[in-house]
């Protein structure tokens, strides 16, 4: 059902069937990158590169996908294996935290002159 908006932008809808796992890693790889399903998808097929911008809702997304790697690991401790998904999972995620590494000199101007002002020399 088309939207009474006539100068809403998107206005025509796609739909496409995924398997359990595709929608599954779909959805990780989106709530990782702080997207939503849509622009994730419109991205990935523009070919823009998805940059991570550090939210609650990426923050949230991390920490779930670092309690279910917990959970798998403990499993694995105790005899089991690790599955595909998990090792992409954790290939994935060890890529985005070495993104969030801060560079060498990250030190700003305004770190700079506060460092520069407690330096300063009574006379």
């Not at 059902?1 to 959805?27: D, G, H, Q, W």
């Not at 993104?99 to 009574?122: F, Q």
Request: glycine share 4%; hydrophobic share 40%; proline share 4%.
């Amino acid at each position: 059902m088309p939207c009474p908006n006539s100068a809403r932008k998107r206005s025509k809808t796609m739909a496409f069937r995924v398997s359990p796992e595709e929608y599954e890693r779909i959805t990780n790889l989106a709530k990782l990158s702080g997207m939503d399903k849509q622009d994730f998808i419109m991205a990935k097929l523009m070919d823009h590169e998805i940059v991570v911008r550090p939210s609650t809702r990426v923050y949230k997304a991390l920490k779930d996908a670092m309690a279910e790697i917990y959970q798998q690991l403990l499993r694995i401790r105790a005899g089991g294996e690790l599955d595909a998904s998990m090792e992409e999972t954790i290939g994935l995620l060890a890529k985005f935290f070495d993104g969030l590494a801060p560079a060498a000199d990250t030190t700003s101007n305004i770190d700079r002159e506060y460092e520069s002002v407690w330096d300063l020399e009574r006379y």
